[in-house]
């Protein structure tokens, strides 16, 4: 029997790894990537589906669970004395008029939150369909992503689209002062910066291992922000770390009173992941060899690309974040201790926003230049 929550940190770590590069600032929401990809590993059989679900759900190969634990993570816990949380989520399946779908498909997409079908005049004005997409998206977003399909995105062989979209805000349990935020150093492969800092101190989620020291501060709802410090080199640490690692990691925490100094995050990034899926193995889906009909009866259908783009911003208050992915198909010839630890994130690090209950990573961002 596999563990959902090592199948999806091991895919965030792969992921991660082949979208962000090395060296430099990068944000991707897990959630809204495999949210995506696991609507388009239904709609496809064969070696598609088979790649997708290896992707997605490792040799468990059980793509059932992960979407489970997405569908858990779709909804948080009201209760409380704290801010409201607000999670927004959607799936939606866009399609051309004329393209048949397959009602078994359908039936599929509606398990998922606020999962539905919409129509958009692709082949005949490829302009508006991605006018439609992109305000569909900007509302769920809150206008954090107004403009995820950019210019040439969908062409006039485009014949469907599935899109998700998420938004996220959560206040901290134990916001920062706003009057102790005070610009410092931090330290940056290249130089150092003068970045503001903001402080707390507090009760906090801590574990230190394997070179790594862990904060996790607290925010409504059931979500958190992570933070993961390495004692030396960012790159150097990240290439060792792996799901088993990392999980370990998060599992070490306890309790402690930490005095905490970080710096505010402000990440944008956009992304067109069709080489990066490639290289993790999903490339069956973007040829001729693909079979996409559970999604339609019309047997020319072909990933075009996947567009993803992610927002992330944390400050004195809480958090706040945006994503969105869209898959573009299209039809071929058509125990606490009383001192407090002190953590000073003075350098580079990795930052990962959770739900709490499932362990589902809403967004994994290294932060290198703040």
């Not at 990537?33 to 388009?40: D, E, F, I, N, P």
């Not at 998922?112 to 919409?118: A, E, I, L, M």
């Not at 958009?120 to 569909?136: C, G, K, Q, S, W």
Request: glycine share 6%; hydrophobic share 45%.
């Amino acid at each position: 029997m596999g563990n959902p929550e090592r199948d999806h940190l091991r895919f965030c770590l792969a992921a991660h790894r082949a979208v962000a590069g090395t060296g430099a600032d990068s944000c991707f929401s897990p959630y809204s990537v495999a949210s995506a990809l696991g609507l388009t590993s239904q709609a496809t059989r064969g070696a598609a589906s088979a790649e997708l679900v290896r992707l997605l759900a490792g040799d468990d190969a059980d793509v059932a669970k992960q979407a489970g634990l997405l569908r858990a993570a779709a909804t948080l816990t009201e209760k409380g004395r704290h801010e409201q949380p607000v999670l927004e989520v959607s799936n939606t399946l866009w399609a051309w008029q004329e393209l048949p779908l397959n009602e078994d498909f359908l039936g599929e997409l509606a398990a998922w939150p606020d999962g539905g079908v919409k129509t958009a005049p692709f082949v005949t004005d490829p302009a508006e369909a991605r006018r439609l997409i992109n305000a569909d998206v900007a509302e769920t977003t809150h206008e954090l992503i107004p403009e995820l399909l950019p210019p040439g995105s969908i062409k006039v062989d485009t014949v469907a689209s599935l899109v998700n979209a998420l938004y996220l805000k959560v206040a901290w349990i134990h916001k920062f002062d706003e009057h102790r935020t005070e610009d410092a150093d931090f330290f940056a492969p290249r130089e150092t910066r003068r970045v503001p800092m903001m402080h707390v101190s507090e009760q906090l989620g801590y574990a230190e291992r394997d070179g790594w020291q862990l904060v996790e501060l607290p925010g409504a709802g059931g979500v958190g922000a992570t933070i993961l410090l390495p004692d030396g080199d960012l790159a150097e640490q990240e290439s060792t770390m792996d799901a088993d690692r990392l999980l370990d990691l998060l599992s070490a925490k306890k309790n402690r009173q930490v005095r905490l100094s970080m710096p505010k995050v402000k990440l944008d990034s956009r992304a067109m992941l069709k080489p990066a899926l490639q290289s993790l193995g999903v490339r069956t889906m973007f040829s001729a060899d693909a079979d996409f009909t559970p999604l339609s009866p019309d047997p020319r259908l072909v990933v075009d690309d996947v567009v993803h783009q992610s927002v992330l911003r944390l400050d004195e208050q809480g958090l706040e974040g945006a994503a969105a992915t869209a898959v573009t198909i299209r039809a071929l010839a058509m125990i606490t201790p009383i001192d407090p630890v002190e953590v000073v994130v003075n350098r580079p690090f990795l930052l990962l926003v959770r739900h709490a209950a499932t362990g589902v990573v809403y967004f994994f961002a290294r932060v290198v230049q703040p």
